[in-house]
């Protein structure tokens, strides 16, 4: 029911509706078909408005008649005037055949009235047949907008075509836009039948009188014109506007026409419908506008333009909101005192700026729905796409990000890129594909998190899982970081360490903890190539898919991987060995609010409250379904593996005690870093049970960086930054030690291993460290960490 400031007013009362009105006028048929037509415009001559235009016909078609009995009349009178003054001639026996001048002029008057006549018929039946079906305007799907929001409700982005429309049930539009409407556009609208008489003649007088250019046009006339008729201004169109006008209000009620009209209408740019238009000028939703906003918004629909808030000409823009006012108080919506009291709200409108939050992820989003659901239903389907991306933590990442490139920029770094995931059900919490997605000068929009860089030392991980999954190296496994060169079809290959020194017997421990390369190349050597490109493939690197291509220095990061891979082979040493795909998604549902989509890893509770247009995202995790994962590691290898990653003392020979690798309070925290020979990719990958970060900092064009140290500078400081945020305020978790693994004392040092590969190992002897100049050897060789 619509309210009026002033008591006793009666407003007709609108119906509910929940959803547009799409239903077609013929159900059983769905098309208005020849027959049909027919029968409609014979049931339609006893309709009020039809019995009037049926009328008018039949008047023309008097009025022609008489006209010609009228003029056959006159025709006659010079003949009568003739026999008046002419003697009568005298009678012959000779018979004449009487003319009859006049016969002629009368046949062709007879003649003229009888096609005047079908021809308005046949113009009429014309008129009637080549309408277009009233049905397409319920039948018609109009382009609504898709949304896409994070796990707590928040938009991020809009994606449509030419037309940014969200639909609103005509209950949840509030009664000073509807009374707003009604008074400046159509205040007989719930009168009249579709056109106004006295409409048509205000606008005339307006015309005449004042020069205004007023169309007169109802609000259906205006529905039926902005869905169902071209722009084109003329006779024919006018009229084929009010016939259609009459026709959808024998179809659809007041209150179906108002909801369709406030849907539709233009209010500016590409703002369609009176939420876009809300949200456009003050970042509201309408159920929320004021009487102020209200009025401003009813005045845009005549001339967007000119009227827009944006424009030139902001005088015009309050002129017609006082305008729309005083028409209320005329229409007895409002009282004097309630438009003078809106007059004087000083209106805040919304800042224009670039509407995208997150911009990486959401156009990775785009390109994912795109190619589930194709381009159209993305650009005008109205789906609702609740990602699992958290908003807080993606703004912290992208902060964090930029300022530590700003800090290094010296270093010929200009570019750097984080990921965060969650490896028990795949959802990535945050991606920043980039120090800043609109900085042109480092190509900002290009997505680095879904781009082929190399690893480095970043891959060695999962050349050592494979060695503890074999069962024939543990974490106490001694290795010799000596000199080697090997040799076969290809040039000689002679790996070399990152600092470029030898360091005698060390433990498997120790080599990976301290990312050594040559014990790395000697553990792959001992087993192939092939096997590690197997172990990558089944932890989710996807890129590695010609083992022709890669050598041993595959181990040290020689073949590209992609960030989001990484994020699923990390996510599975995280997730005790069962691999989660990534799934950026929680929910998916159509313009209705039917669920079509999501994540069955991540159950979201997803519920609408009756108070708000939007459904609220709580984040409430549940124990995901068992099948959303699959377990390709052994769970003890991946325990030896975290532990040898989170043991800092395995670390603190190349990176020191104190390295950024350490998260303060946080032992848990695995890490490992990786920096590419030519100094062009530098990575820091580290998890817990709840979170996967990695971070990686470099130049979009390849071009090397000028130094980087792992531990310090680079990518660390984003990395150890980030997961320090992530952590606040939460208490430490320690790895669970499951069943298969034993805990025994090798060389007065506590070690876990595989039950039944503890044996007795002869501790390491250190030798002193050897550097490359100690040492002559050709041959090709490979430097990365």
């Known amino acids: ?63 022609t008649n ?176 009010i016939i259609l006008a009459i026709i959808v209000e024998t179809k659809l009620s007041k209150d179906q026409i108002l909801e369709m009209y406030l849907n539709e209408v233009s209010y500016g740019g ?31 629909p005549k001339a967007p333009t000119t009227y827009s808030p944006f424009g030139a000409t902001p005088e015009l823009t309050r002129s017609r909101q006082l305008e729309v006012l005083s028409r209320m108080t005329q229409e007895h919506f409002i009282s004097s005192q309630e438009a003078e009291e809106a007059a004087q709200v000083d209106l805040e409108f919304a800042v224009q700026l670039t509407d995208i939050k997150a911009p990486h992820f959401v156009m990775y989003i785009k390109q994912i729905l795109a190619e589930r659901f194709g381009e159209q239903m993305l650009e005008e389907g109205g789906l609702s796409i609740y990602t699992s991306l958290d908003l807080a933590t993606q703004e912290m990442a992208q902060k964090v990000t930029h300022d530590e490139v700003e800090k290094i920029r010296n270093l010929n770094i200009s570019n750097g890129a984080t990921l965060i995931t969650n490896p028990q059900t795949g959802e990535i919490l945050a991606m920043v594909g980039s120090k800043d997605y609109f900085d042109l000068n480092i190509d900002g929009n290009f997505n680095v998190t879904t781009a082929l860089r190399q690893p480095g030392s970043a ?149 609408t409250s009756s108070t708000s247009l939007w459904p609220v995202v709580y984040a409430e995790q549940v124990t995901p379904p068992k099948n959303c994962s699959q377990q390709v590691l052994n769970p003890g290898v991946v325990f030896l593996l975290t532990d040898i990653l989170r043991d800092n003392v395995a670390r603190t020979p190349a990176f020191g005690p104190n390295s950024l690798l350490v998260i303060p309070n946080h032992p848990e925290v695995a890490v490992k870093t990786g920096t590419t020979q030519n100094l062009r990719d530098n990575w820091a990958i580290g998890y817990t049970e709840d979170y996967v970060v990695l971070a990686w900092v470099g130049n979009n064009d390849g071009s090397s960086m000028a130094y980087v140290a792992s531990g310090v500078t680079g990518a660390t400081p984003i990395w150890h930054n980030t997961f320090q945020n992530l952590l606040k305020d939460k208490a430490s978790k320690d790895w669970e030690k499951p069943q298969g693994v034993v805990k025994t004392t090798i060389c007065g040092k506590t ?13 390491p002897k250190p030798k002193p460290a050897v550097t490359e100049t100690d040492r002559l050897l050709d041959g090709v060789s490979t430097t990365s960490e």
């Open 1 to 63: 029911m619509l309210t009026s400031g002033n008591v006793g007013v009666r407003v007709p009362r609108r119906t509910k509706s929940n959803s547009p009105q799409r239903k077609s006028f013929n159900e059983k048929e769905g098309r208005w078909n020849v027959v049909q037509k027919v029968k409609t415009t014979l049931a339609l001559i006893g309709k009020p408005p039809y019995m009037l235009i049926s009328v008018l016909l039949l008047l023309v078609f008097w009025l």
């Open 459 to 607: 891959i060695k991980p999962i050349n050592y899982s494979y060695a503890l999954e074999t069962k024939k190296y543990t974490s106490a496994s001694t290795i010799s970081d000596t000199p080697v060169t090997y040799t076969g079809t290809s040039a000689p290959y002679s790996p070399r360490n990152y600092d470029n020194k030898y360091h005698g017997n060390v433990t498997l421990r120790t080599a990976l903890g301290s990312s050594l390369n040559i014990p790395a190349v000697k553990v792959l050597a001992s087993y192939g190539v092939d096997k590690m490109i197997q172990q990558a493939q089944k932890l989710g690197i996807t890129t590695w898919t010609d083992p022709k291509r890669y050598g041993l220095s595959l181990t040290l990061g020689g073949g590209e991987v992609r960030m989001i891979d990484m994020a699923v082979a990390y996510g599975t040493f995280a997730n005790s060995g069962q691999k989660t795909e990534l799934n950026p998604i929680l929910q998916i549902l159509d313009s209705k609010g039917k669920t079509i989509g999501g994540n069955p890893c991540s159950e979201e509770l997803i519920k």
């Open 66 to 241: 008489s006209l010609v009995s009228f003029l056959s009349s006159i025709a006659s009178i010079p003949l009568s005037i003739t026999k008046l003054f002419t003697p009568t001639p005298k009678p012959t026996k000779v018979k004449t055949k009487k003319k009859k001048p006049f016969m002629s002029f009368r046949r062709a008057l007879a003649l003229f009235t009888i096609t005047l006549s079908l021809s308005l018929v046949f113009f009429w039946a014309r008129f009637i047949f080549t309408l277009p079906q009233p049905g397409h305007l319920t039948d018609r799907n109009p382009a609504l907008t898709t949304k896409i929001y994070d796990r707590n409700g928040q938009l991020l982005y809009k994606i449509y075509r030419n037309q940014n429309r969200t639909w609103l049930p005509l209950d949840q539009i509030p009664n000073t836009v509807v009374q707003a409407t009604i008074a400046i556009e159509d205040a007989e609208f719930y009168t009249h039948h579709g056109f106004s008489t006295r409409g048509i003649i205000r606008s005339i007088r307006r015309n005449i009188t004042r020069g205004e250019k007023a169309g007169g046009s109802t609000i259906t006339q205006q529905l039926v014109k902005n869905t169902l008729l071209s722009p084109e201004k003329t006779f024919s169109r006018k009229l084929k506007e």
């Open 270 to 300: 590409s703002a369609y419908g009176i939420e876009e238009a809300s949200q456009l000028y003050f970042k509201k939703h309408a159920q929320d506008l004021n009487l102020a906003e209200s009025t401003l918004l009813a005045g845009l």
């Open 751 to 763: 070690e876990y291993f595989l039950e039944g590969t503890q044996t007795t190992y002869p501790c």
